[in-house]
């Protein structure tokens, strides 16, 4: 039988703890974990059996702390990936958690990009440019996000949209100079992620005149 030897904690991270059997380093695992398996130096140990035992409860740990953030709200891969490796869980277990995960469809980058842009396009009425950075900000990668925008080639609704919230903005805007309003109007629907074209049909309309840059 092997012994362990010392537990020492972790020097980066304090979830976790580094196991030292027979004067080496065997293993490091969550704090929590070792407290759990009674673990302490002097205690007698098989070492398969401890490494077996401790892999298994790591992927449970992990595996509940992920559905625990996904039930919060729905994460893409490189957030949850993320926040699991902020509460001490090592790469190669939240790997392992993530294929699992993804076998059950509980990430799914597709769906939630599809779901943020559900959201932000027919509730909050976003233009694309906006949402695109949401995408990014929600962790969906780059190529996805990119698609995903691609597909939204509707133009009327993207117009529809700025004079919907052009039309909220104008109301609260107090300016007896047509330049001014225009110049609030125009950031306010660049803020919210419309092209330049668009904003300007969208002021166009919302003021009833054309518009030459100003």
């Known amino acids: ?17 580094h ?34 035992i401790i892999l298994k409860e790591d992927i449970i740990k992990c595996k509940n702390k992920a559905i625990q953030i996904i039930n919060g ?16 869980f090592e790469k190669n277990i939240i790997d392992r958690v993530l ?20 959201d932000k396009r027919k509730i909050k009425r976003f233009g694309k440019n906006r949402i695109y950075y949401d995408l990014l900000k929600k962790g969906i990668d780059k190529k996805l996000a990119q698609k995903e925008i691609n597909r939204l080639e509707d133009k009327d609704v993207e117009l529809k ?12 805007i107090k300016e007896d100079d047509d330049r001014k309003t225009y110049q ?9 992620g419309f092209e330049y074209d668009i904003v300007k049909k969208a002021i166009s309309k919302v003021m009833n005149r054309e518009y030459d840059d100003y």
């Open 1 to 17: 039988m092997a012994k362990i030897t010392e537990i020492r904690d972790a020097q980066k991270d304090i979830n976790r703890v």
């Open 184 to 192: 609030k109007l125009a950031r306010h629907l660049s803020y919210k």
């Open 73 to 88: 709200a729905s994460q893409s891969e490189s957030n949850l990936k993320r926040k699991l490796k902020n509460y001490g």
């Open 161 to 172: 949209n700025a004079i919907v919230l052009a039309e909220k903005k104008i109301r609260k």
């Open 99 to 118: 294929d699992s995960l993804r076998e059950y469809d509980l990430v799914n980058d597709e769906q939630l990009a599809e779901s943020i842009i559900k």
């Open 19 to 52: 196991i030292y059997v027979d004067g080496e380093y065997f293993k490091s695992t969550l704090r929590e974990i070792s407290f759990n398996l009674n673990l302490y130096p002097g205690k007698e140990i098989n070492r398969e059996t401890l490494e077996e």
